[in-house]
């Protein structure tokens, strides 16, 4: 069996005094999809940051490709190849798409150029002379997801990227999403909106309290929805 792209055993994570993340394992394989289902506070985007090295402490196993970089700073795990978009975006207002888009260092061979990003997100070559403040959310979701990907990172953390978005644009971010599987990126999603990951994701992993309680493959969902409902309160 092929080796983990990302491999989490025993995370642990603290903001200051506060224990978040309590033995959290799970992994990713090359080209997969994989999402982190739960409640509000289950410690789903503590777990995208604990894996990118911006909390306050962390503990455990995080290895990327066999590389163990849970004692690196976040600067460094992103020149490995891994880019984290948050669930606020993170756009520069006082650029236009087109600067946030070059803005990013290119960390390894392998990233979209400006032209296949806008091949990707037409809306956002409409746009591109076009201040961040001046975006609607759904093109400064494109634009976040956009800037990440010229930077040549095989692993993708996008935290909630459907969040507050019209169904319309939901749809479109679920295109893009298995757009970029396709083009063999590996991502791991934080999404609320179970019926938009159950239609991308290869694979399941439920959180409760810091903990992952749960694990499901896209073909056991249809049997267990009715344990997963209770799971996310719906």
């Known amino acids: 069996m092929a080796e983990p792209l990302l491999k989490v055993e025993g995370l642990q994570a603290w903001y200051g005094e506060s224990h978040v993340l309590h033995g959290v394992g799970f992994e990713i394989g090359r080209g997969e999809l994989v999402t982190l289902l739960g409640r509000n506070g289950a410690g789903k985007t503590t777990t995208l940051k604990s894996v990118m090295g911006i909390v306050g402490k962390r503990t455990g196993t ?12 976040s600067d460094r795990i992103a020149r490995l190849g891994i ?5 606020e975006r993170g756009i520069f207002s006082s650029l236009n798409v087109d600067e946030n888009l070059r803005l990013p260092p290119t960390i390894k061979p392998g990233g979209l150029s400006l032209g296949e990003i ?3 997100f037409p809306n956002l ?20 997801i956009g800037r990440i990907l010229r930077t040549g990172a095989d692993l993708l953390l996008l935290d909630e990227p459907t969040e ?4 319309v644009i939901v749809q479109r971010i679920g295109e893009i999403i298995r757009q970029l599987k396709s083009r063999g990126f590996t991502i791991l999603l934080v999404e609320q909106n179970f019926r938009f990951a159950a239609a991308v994701a290869d694979r399941h992993y439920v959180m409760e309290d810091g903990h992952v309680v749960d694990v499901m493959t896209a073909a056991d969902v249809k049997q267990n ?3 997963l409902q209770a799971y996310l309160g719906v």
């Open 62 to 73: 995080v290895l990327f490709e066999g590389r163990e970089t849970v004692c690196l700073p």
């Open 83 to 87: 880019a984290y978009c948050p669930e």
């Open 118 to 120: 806008y091949e990707l």
């Open 125 to 144: 070559l409409e746009r591109r002379r076009s201040q961040g403040t001046k975006l609607s959310g759904g093109e400064q979701q494109m634009l976040a």
């Open 164 to 167: 507050g978005l019209a169904p």
């Open 225 to 227: 929805i009715g344990k």
